[in-house]
């Protein structure tokens, strides 16, 4: 894991790097769920459609926070491309990870920290956050669907 020297916000630093081992833990899990055959709980939902949907849902996402903490705080587009769609993000998943984790690297090095906590902002959801909470949420999403494997495989 890179050591992202130079940033103003320690605690953003830490989130980025947190978000990045989360990431690399999930599709671990994720991989060793693949191939146990792990079969996700009925769900409505369409994240949960299959181990494939699910991959796509947590790398998604945290593309989508990164853009929106830009949008939020008027930086430049972090240029991250679109996920894989389902029916390839098993085989091009580690290749577009690397890219989305370069991708959230630098953005907020130069951020001052009280620009991390005031104002909130609407989610796409329409829960409020302050910058620093939805880091700190893009970091246990995927922490939370680690667990979650891991206790369908019965490992927790």
């Known amino acids: 894991m890179a050591e992202l020297d130079g940033y103003r916000y320690r605690g953003a630093r830490a989130c980025v790097l947190l978000h990045e081992q989360a ?15 792990l079969a996700l709980p009925e769900s409505r939902d369409p994240s949960y459609a299959s181990l494939a ?24 587009d972090p240029c991250i491309e679109p996920p894989p769609p389902v029916e390839s993000i098993e085989s091009e998943a580690e290749r577009w990870l690397e890219h989305l984790l370069e991708r959230w690297r630098t953005p907020l090095a130069e951020v001052r920290g ?27 999403h995927p922490t939370r669907h680690t667990f979650q494997l891991r206790e369908l495989m019965g490992e927790g």
């Open 114 to 140: 009280r620009d991390f906590y005031t104002p909130v902002h609407a989610s796409a959801w329409k829960t409020e956050y302050c910058i620093d909470a939805m880091l700190e949420h893009a970091v246990m």
């Open 23 to 37: 990431l690399r833990e999930f599709l671990e899990t994720w991989r060793r769920a693949q191939a146990a055959g």
């Open 53 to 76: 949907a699910l991959l796509q849902h947590v790398l998604s996402s945290a593309r989508g926070y990164m853009t929106w903490i830009c949008q939020q705080l008027a930086l430049p």
